[in-house]
Structure formats: C-alpha cells, structure tokens
C-alpha cells in the first residue's frame, strides 16, 4: 500500500479547495482549521524490511513541516528498538493550507470581494459563503454586479428596458451577460414586492424585476381569401406584436395552429379559418388573447412524445384545443415516413383524450417500435386538404 507523501497532502488540501471550503471559512467565519489530513504509513514489519525507505520516507515528510504540522507515535519493535514514526498530519491554519497550494493570492482577491459586499450589500455574504468559487470568478466584474443590485435596489420595477439603465461604469450588455448571476443577487436583496416571482430562469429576467422585454410575436396567415386585414389577399402573412394580436376579434371559426413553417405557408386555404406559426413549448403568449376562447383551435404537431406534450401544453392556455392530425390513423398510414425521436419523454400528461393518450402511452412505452416518430411536414398533403376542407365546414 502507497504511503502518503507530501504531494498526496497537497492533493488532499486540493480538494478542499475545489469545495470551495476554503474560501467559505473567509466568508461565513466558521473555520475548518485545525483540520487533521488522513496519513497511510509502514506497519511493522514494513520498518523492520525496509527500514531505509521508512527513514526516506520520515525525511520526506519532514522537510515541507512548516506548511503542515506532523503528529509522532513511537513503535517498539524487538529489532529496531523504540522509534518514532509520523502518526497523523495537522493543517493548523487557513493560511498554512493557502501557502501549501499557492492559493494566498487568490484568497486576497476573495477577502477583498468579501470587504466590498460587507460594506455595500452585506445580504450577499451568505451567496458567497455557499457559492465563493463562483465569487472568485466573477472577482473583476463584482464592482459592477454590486453597482447594478443598488440600483435596483433604489429603482424598483424601472419599467425601462436594460439598454435604458445608466449606471457609470455598467452598459446594458454587462447587464444581459450576467443576468444569471444577477437573479441570484437581486432575489437576496430586493423587496419581496419587487420580484414576479411567476417569471423565472434568463428569459423572464425583465420581467421578473420590472423592465420592460421586447414583445413576443405572433405571425398568422388567414386562409380565407373573403376575410383580409390589410391590402390584398396575398398580403395576408402577419406578424403583430402579442398586445396588439390580443386586440383583434378576426371573424373567424377555426385557428389552426402548426408546428412548422413550410407547413404554414402551405396551409391550405379554408373557409373562417387562420393559422397561426406555433413557438413550441411557448404558448403563454397567446393567453391575452381572449377572443380565441370563443374560437374552435386545432393543433398540428408531430406526431412524438414532445409533439404530445406540447399539445398538452396548449391546453393549459386553450382547454377547447383539438388536435389535428394527430392520430393513430395517420401515424399507421405513414410507416414508411416514421423517424426516430432522439430525445423521447415520458413524463404525466393530464390533458389528453383518451385516444391521444392510448397513443401517446404505446410512442413512450415503444409498443410500436423503438422512439418513433412521424414529423409534421411527412403526412400527405392530400390529407391535410382534405382535413381542413372538412374542419373548415363545420
């Protein structure tokens, strides 16, 4: 068995410091020192056998004493006689640690970070004693981070948009390449009442903390030549900002909603119909539009566990939602165009029909075949216009 040597020992204090333990000790003041470092040595006979490499060994070891302290025990052998051997290794301070792995720089610029946040926000200390790794590495751009949680802090729900804030130092794209970060921050330091905390991850920062976000966008064409908004019929591809989307009251009795965009400028044309480009998994975009409650919505996906899940999605938004080709039918009509879903999920969905379900259950249990999937754009365009025709009539 290896004996420990004085890399093994840095390689101990190593680990420590990739814990972030160390610089954690700078923060909270809970010192982890004394800290006794396990020490793997020659048994008895070892010493009696290789007395010469013991003796090696001891040496080694007591060279570096100085950025560690070493514990004896004294062994009798009937040989050798009494000697003493080291029993354990004491690392009595945080700076005897630093010094052994050359982190006393390091440890500076940490304290620094430390003396700044006690003095501007010291809320913050607790994020560093938990995260002071990720403190070290945002060292050069903490000044500004603490410059940008002040301001927040005086401007609650600025209702401006980040390009808009005038802060020295800090431009808008410090502000948006750190807004990770920053959400951490600002959720420790602001008023509970200056937080949505329905918003959420890098996309919802604005409105989590009250700027301004550029709008979603919707874009629809309608389908049938007798309704237009603007200009001529073949104008009719629009996109409108969601507020002004949910002010319309289009005369129409069906919105198709589809996946793909080939298949959006393909759609065929349809009686009282629209059809909107769909944004996947993002649907909460339609919700301020009331008067698509009213309206019979039909949506188009591919037929796969996620196309599923976005369809079950929808309907959190839009309970009347119907799909639209998106059956067993179809899926069976098409073997010769089934793929593979790469990434297949089998998570609950409640807000299926029971056939969508029964599908939905045979796709994520491969009952069919292994990750299958029929991709929107693959189905028969004969059958699209035949669905539509039919749906549209109704």
């Not at 700027?211 to 309608?222: A, E, G, T, Y």
């Not at 589809?258 to 629209?274: H, K, Q």
């Amino acid at each position: 068995m290896k004996w420990t040597t004085p890399a093994d020992i840095r390689r101990q204090v190593q680990k420590l410091w990739d814990k972030g333990l160390l610089l954690a000790t700078l923060a909270d003041d809970e010192s982890i020192f004394p800290r006794r470092i396990p020490l793997k040595g020659p048994g008895s006979a070892e010493m009696a056998e290789r007395f010469a490499e013991v003796r090696s060994w001891i040496s080694d070891l007591d060279q570096h004493v100085g950025h560690y302290r070493l514990e004896w025990r004294t062994v009798n052998h009937r040989t050798l006689g009494a000697n003493s051997i080291p029993a354990a290794i004491w690392i009595d301070t945080l700076e005897d640690a630093l010094k052994l792995i050359g982190r006393q720089q390091d440890a500076n610029i940490f304290a620094g970070i430390i003396a700044m946040s006690r003095a501007a926000q010291p809320q913050l200390i607790t994020w560093l004693a938990k995260r002071p790794l990720r403190g070290l590495a945002l060292a050069d751009s903490w000044q500004h981070l603490l410059a940008v949680v002040a301001w927040l802090k005086a401007h609650p729900h600025p209702q401006i948009y980040l390009r808009q804030v005038d802060i020295p130092g800090v431009h808008s794209k410090f502000i948006e390449s750190h807004r990770g970060v920053l959400a951490e921050l600002l959720d420790l330091t602001l008023a509970p009442d200056a937080i949505d905390e329905r918003e959420t991850g890098v996309a919802g920062f604005c409105k989590r903390y009250g700027f301004l976000d550029k709008p979603s966008r919707i874009r629809f064409r309608l389908l049938d030549p007798s309704t237009t908004l603007i200009g001529r019929e073949n104008a009719q591809d629009i996109t409108l900002t969601d507020q002004a989307f949910s002010t319309l009251d289009l005369t129409v009795k069906h919105v198709f909603i589809t996946e793909n965009e080939i298949n959006f400028l393909a759609f065929p044309r349809a009686r009282n119909s629209m059809v909107i480009f769909g944004a996947g998994y993002g649907f909460a975009m339609l919700a301020e539009a009331h008067w698509l409650q009213s309206r019979k919505i039909h949506y188009w996906g591919d037929i796969d566990t996620h196309g599923f899940a976005i369809l079950d999605q929808l309907r959190a938004y839009l309970r009347q939602v119907s799909s639209f080709l998106m059956d067993k039918e179809t899926f069976l009509a098409h073997r010769e165009h089934w793929d593979r879903e790469p990434q297949p999920q089998a998570r609950e969905l409640t807000r299926l029909t029971s056939a969508e379900q029964e599908l939905y259950d045979e796709l994520c249990t491969n009952r069919l075949g292994t990750h299958l999937r029929l991709e929107q754009e693959r189905i028969r365009f004969n059958r699209v216009l035949d669905m539509a025709a039919k749906l549209s009539a109704q």
